[in-house]
Nanobody
Framework: QVQLVESGGGLVQPGGSLRLSCVGT????????MGWYRQAPGKEREFVAT???????NYADSVKGRFTISRDNAKITVYLQMNSLKPEDTAVYYC?????WGQGTQVTVSS
């Protein structure tokens, strides 16, 4: 059973930055594409970014140029660096590996 634990969320002003982390378990981590998704109140969960096992990243249009996904297979961790945050980035952010999801971490962008 794969476990994923997110951290790093919080309250930040518009234009600010946050870095989310997702720590996984298991040696299979390094073989899988990892992803970040988010769900705002009253909305469906949506794709944010993914990174393949060899480091190829893909982003939603809404976050391109502002967010950066990265991974450290030795630490079984995937990161999401979020810069130039906007109020519309407010959501619960989830980490995903194949069919496994973390519990989510809240990101609130507000002045």
């Amino acid at each position: 059973q794969v476990q994923l634990v997110e951290s790093g969320g919080g309250l930040v002003q518009p234009g600010g930055s946050l870095r989310l982390s997702c720590v996984g378990t298991g040696s299979i981590f390094k073989f899988y594409t990892m992803g970040w998704y988010r769900q705002a109140p009253g909305k469906e969960r949506e794709f944010v970014a993914t990174i393949t096992n060899n480091g190829l990243a893909n982003y939603a249009d809404s976050v391109k140029g502002r967010f950066t996904i990265s991974r450290d297979n030795a630490k079984i961790t995937v990161y999401l660096q979020m810069n130039s945050l906007k109020p519309e980035d407010t959501a619960v952010y989830y980490c995903r590996m194949y069919q496994s999801w973390g519990q989510g971490t809240q990101v609130t962008v507000s002045s």
